[in-house]
């Protein structure tokens, strides 16, 4: 993180766990409708947004709801009509509003919906790992994650701006980790109203189209088969739009918040790093301590952390490949049948370049410690080094507790 | 809906308008043929209100004419009239 001179006085601070701040920056970003299921570990989200709307801090229609399937399509019905929306949800509860999640991405409706991650049950889990977040991959949404309470305020701000940007026009979601961020309290800057009022204006509910009384059209009736196509080519083309949109509004925050953070990726020591440990989430502060304390023995390891996995950032990690001897893919989420998720992705970008090394962990919540990054990766760079990996991909399970 | 914005082209694809004929003349699928009888009719209405095609038109003096472009010849028309004033015939060249 990038810190801008002087934090603008214009900023105040408050102590905040997770869920509540990106409540206040649902707030500051003044959502005329939030529709919501609650589940946890994200329901303290939807219950301080209820509280602002009851205590007419926020002027807002809140809709309680039979379901998330309808919370989402309550509000992509709301986009429809030209409001400002938002919801969030968890797990089982992204799951069954699915269906909806792809709809809003085809309907190119911008909005901004909140994932606290967390486990897929069986067994029944409360705990945070990525594969409820990472199955939108593929949906046609904007998809950010956070690694600290900070960033999941930022984050929401900057989805409205980011998803309502003419040149993208496509639904933004913010991921923030269980408990580690949703229940953990930070000392958080907050801008106040009135520069967010004048660096987010209200939408306009024209853009890109608004249903009303008096205008008779149809969104996404049945058509001819090319429709379809040229519709995922034009998603195609806006998401490579949003590459550049989101740095500019990264870099544009500055004013108001007094933060940037890099765009699709935040750089830790990685100008001279030939070992890059690439990470996404809350622990990716743990995992830059260990960096620490690697680079400390002179061990040339840096870290690139992923903010946003769609779009992808390719070229940045092309661009780290080229200098490096070994990725090494910490995951949180795994694709059955194949490797983790960040591991195929980050592949796919830069697999001919150089080795890459993925290690599995942290799933349903396992808590990985300092002390576990920093002999995960001393132990895989020597390996690495004396020749004893040698696949191009290779794949770790880092479960301590099965061994001795 | 036909935009100039270049970031809102997709809206030709996504956003359907009614429009008359929009997947050809469906007058084409016609085997049989409403015939109206204008000196039977009442002007009740009744076959405009429920043709399904939007194929009957209505006139100043509230009597109706059918568009043989569109008319697919299902022939609720002639069955939902009082008077028997629309007859089906077989279709000819
Ligand atoms: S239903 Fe029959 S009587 Fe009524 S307007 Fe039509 S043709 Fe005339
Ligand atoms: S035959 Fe059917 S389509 Fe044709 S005018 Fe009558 S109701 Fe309409």
Request: glycine letters at 6%; hydrophobic letters at 45%; aromatic letters at 10%.
């Amino acid at each position: 993180m990038m810190a801008v001179e002087g934090i603008s006085p214009k900023t105040y601070r408050k102590v905040l766990i997770g869920n509540h701040a990106v409540a206040e920056a649902v707030k500051l970003a003044r959502a005329q409708v939030i529709a919501a299921y609650p589940i946890t570990p994200q329901t303290l989200i939807v219950e301080k947004l209820a509280e602002m709307v009851e205590k007419g801090e926020l002027n807002a229609k809140f809709i309680r709801i039979d379901s998330e399937h309808s919370a989402l399509a309550a509000v992509l019905g709301a986009v429809a009509a030209g409001a400002r929306a938002f919801t969030a949800t968890s797990s089982h509860g992204l799951l069954y509003m699915y269906e909806v999640v792809w709809w809003a991405a085809n309907a190119r409706l911008p909005m901004v919906m909140t994932i606290v991650t967390r486990s897929i049950a069986p067994p029944w889990n409360i705990h945070s790992d990525h594969n409820d977040l990472l199955t939108m991959r593929d949906s046609g949404w904007i998809i950010s994650m956070a690694e600290s309470v900070q960033e999941a305020f930022d984050l929401t701000l900057q989805g409205f701006k980011i998803s309502e940007d003419e040149r993208v026009l496509l639904p933004f979601v913010v991921g923030l980790d269980a408990f580690q961020l949703s229940h953990t309290a930070e000392v958080v800057d907050i801008p106040n109203q009135k520069i967010v009022d004048e660096w987010l204006p209200p939408r306009n509910p024209y853009i890109p189209y608004v249903l009303e009384p008096g205008q008779n059209f149809a969104v996404g009736n049945i058509g001819p088969n090319e429709y379809t196509m040229e519709l995922r080519w034009y998603m195609y083309d806006a998401m490579k739009r949003a590459k550049e949109v989101i740095k500019e509004v990264d870099r544009d925050y500055a004013k108001i918040g007094g933060r940037s953070y890099g765009g699709l990726v935040e750089r830790y020591k990685t100008s001279d790093a030939k070992y890059i440990v690439v990470t996404m989430g809350a622990w990716s502060g743990d995992a830059k301590e260990a960096v620490d304390e690697l680079r400390d023995e002179g061990i040339p390891v840096g870290l690139l952390r992923l903010r946003f996995i769609r779009p992808f950032p390719i070229e940045e990690l092309r661009e780290l490949a080229f200098g490096a001897k070994a990725f090494l893919v910490v995951d949180r989420a795994m694709s059955m049948g194949y490797w983790g998720i960040l591991g195929i992705e980050i592949s796919a970008a830069i697999k001919e370049i150089t080795q890459i090394r993925n290690i599995i962990a942290g799933l349903g919540g396992v808590d990985v410690s300092v002390d576990d990054f920093y002999n995960l990766f001393k132990k895989n760079i020597e390996k690495i080094e004396c020749g004893e990996i040698r696949e191009v991909i290779s794949i770790e399970w880092y479960m301590p507790w099965l061994k001795k | 809906m036909e935009t100039s914005n270049q970031y809102l082209k997709f809206l030709d694809s996504l956003l359907a308008k009614p429009s008359i004929g929009a997947i050809g003349k469906t007058g084409l699928w016609r085997t049989f043929k409403p015939i109206y009888y204008r000196d039977k009719c009442i002007r009740c209405l009744l076959c405009w209100l429920y043709c399904p095609e939007n194929a009957i038109d209505v006139n100043e003096d509230k009597t109706i004419a059918i568009d043989y472009d569109y008319c697919k010849g299902c022939g609720i028309c002639a069955s939902i009239c009082p008077k028997k004033a629309i007859e089906m015939i077989v279709e000819s060249e």
